[in-house]
């Protein structure tokens, strides 16, 4: 078990830019996690995938954001036309998927700096 | 409104003295509830979780939790706190969706 990974670790864009950045979850997750960490606060729910299916995507900041796994496994999160103010830490974590609540286990984060 | 309230944005302790981090929440159904740990550069560490069952829940690193339903809270708890505890805290609350207070920065003096 090699924990959840995330790629980049740091981001640094302009304002403008698309970013895209990489999760792969704990092997044989079935469920897959996004959230948005700002300085001085807790996380906040972005997007959760069951599989490949994304189950909610209402959290998403704004159109700009997007997010995939278009095969079950690792994960996609996308903002296009950066702004300043999306500069922040992105969570991924991952849970089993089972029955009811499960855990679920983070990876070490993107931070993305917008200039 | 489903939120976390950690009332304790920072605290210092001496290394050795015991710890207790405050939690309170409002969740409308059957508060599935977690206490994470983050250090600088790491991702969350899951310390302990309560879903149901015995209300003091044993974690790792010697950390407990007490779930209090008439008070709405879920204090974080430790005996003697170590030098290597110092980090953020965080309490959340949910099932798929987390819901996380903004965190409890602890300091430890030796």
């Known amino acids: 078990d090699t924990g959840v990974s995330q790629n980049p670790r740091h981001k640094i864009t302009k304002r403008g830019q698309n970013v895209t950045f990489r999760c792969d979850p704990i092997?044989?997750?079935?469920?897959l996690y996004w959230y948005r960490q700002t300085l001085g606060q807790g996380p906040e729910f972005l997007t959760y995938?069951?599989?490949?299916?994304?189950?909610?995507k209402s959290r998403l900041l704004s159109d700009r954001f997007s997010a995939e796994r278009p095969k079950g496994s690792f994960s996609t999160l996308e903002i296009q036309r950066t702004e300043q103010g999306d500069s922040a830490m992105y969570l991924c974590?991952?849970?089993?998927?089972?029955?009811?609540?499960?855990?679920?286990?983070f990876g070490p984060g993107t931070r993305l700096t917008v200039l | 409104a489903q939120s976390v309230t950690q009332p304790d944005i920072h605290i210092t302790v001496s290394e050795g003295a015991s710890l207790e981090l405050r939690c309170n929440y409002s969740y409308g159904a059957t508060p599935y509830l977690f206490w994470y740990v983050q250090s600088p550069g790491q991702g969350l560490q899951l310390l302990l979780k309560?879903?149901?069952?015995?209300?003091l829940v044993q974690g790792i690193k010697g950390f407990e939790a007490e779930f209090k339903r008439s008070q709405s809270s879920f204090n974080l708890r430790k005996p003697s706190v170590h030098w290597s505890d110092a980090a953020e805290y965080f309490c959340a609350v949910g099932g798929d969706k987390l819901i996380f207070g903004t965190g409890t920065r602890l300091q430890v003096f030796p």
């Open positions: 309560y879903f149901s069952g015995d209300t």
């Open positions: 092997s044989e997750h079935n469920r």
């Open positions: 995938f069951q599989n490949e299916a994304q189950l909610e």
């Open positions: 974590a991952s849970s089993q998927g089972l029955a009811g609540v499960d855990t679920q286990y």
